[in-house]
């Protein structure tokens, strides 16, 4: 296998997604969508079903932040009030063109942080799918961001 010295902001965006879905799937939940977007208005990255508890099901919009390295602070320090009123607009447009309206949605967080060292020999093969846990990442779920 190759290695790059390290991966560009679309690679470990991808790591951080599929490492997101498998923590999700992981604890129960189904993956009904990924990548969804609303024109230019912004995409939700991941749209879960938990039904974990069947007397309350929630479709559970899940926003991805992967940060490498510490310069710029945590994965979580990037979700501000600007960015979660971005999700609540997202996550409305997604029910409305879903039919889900008046269904219990929350929406959730799931921030992974790698230091510089994690970085290195990073895999270049495409569509390999890297799950950041095995390279120390720091994962932090956060449910029902308000």
Do not use: F
Not at 28 to 56: F, K
């Amino acid at each position: 296998m190759e290695y790059s010295t390290r991966p560009d902001r679309k690679v470990l965006g991808a790591a951080g997604e599929y490492t997101a879905r498998l923590m999700i799937e992981e604890a129960g939940l189904r993956v009904l969508e990924c990548n969804w977007r609303d024109g230019r208005r912004g995409e939700l990255d991941i749209i879960a079903l938990d039904d974990t508890d069947s007397a309350q099901a929630w479709t559970v919009i899940v926003e991805v932040r992967t940060r490498g390295g510490r310069g710029k602070g945590s994965a979580l320090a990037s979700v501000d009030p600007r960015k979660v009123a971005r999700l609540r607009a997202l996550t409305g447009a997604w029910c409305r063109q879903r039919g889900h309206l008046g269904s219990r949605v929350r929406i959730d967080v799931v921030a992974l942080t790698l230091n510089a060292r994690a970085l290195r020999d990073w895999p270049t093969a495409p569509g390999s799918g890297v799950d950041l846990r095995t390279r120390g990442a720091q994962t932090l779920w956060l449910r029902g961001v308000q």
